[in-house]
């Protein structure tokens, strides 16, 4: 069985995830044609459920806006300026990006 999570941890290296994220934040704007939008991601150590990430985009059709939401949420889940580690029981495991995580990135390429 899975050992459960009792803390996710979330590092990242300022300069270079503040200028990543305003570049694709500004991608998505130019690629959906947005009015607007706004990525903002936690850091530091939080326990299980806790809230990671807010994506809001708006945009004069909401098509344009949620796909910007999904393209936003797969850069950031795949190909983020994050590092994330769990800690379980036997200690801390860092966090790979998944098979799947890779396919849904693939998709916007």
Do not use: C, N
């Not at 694709?24 to 530091?44: K, S």
């Amino acid at each position: 069985p899975e050992v459960p999570v009792k803390a996710l941890e979330l590092t990242h290296y300022g300069p270079l995830t503040l200028s990543g994220m305003e570049r694709l934040a500004e991608q998505a704007r130019r690629r959906f044609a947005l009015d607007g939008v706004l990525v903002w991601h936690r850091i530091g150590v939080l326990t299980p459920g806790e809230g990671i990430v807010l994506v809001a985009a708006a945009a004069r059709h909401r098509r344009g806006a949620l796909e910007a939401v999904d393209f936003l949420m797969d850069h950031l889940k795949s190909a983020s300026w994050l590092w994330k580690r769990e800690k379980r029981g036997d200690g801390w495991h860092w966090i790979e990006p998944r098979a799947e995580d890779h396919d849904a990135l693939a998709r916007w390429q």
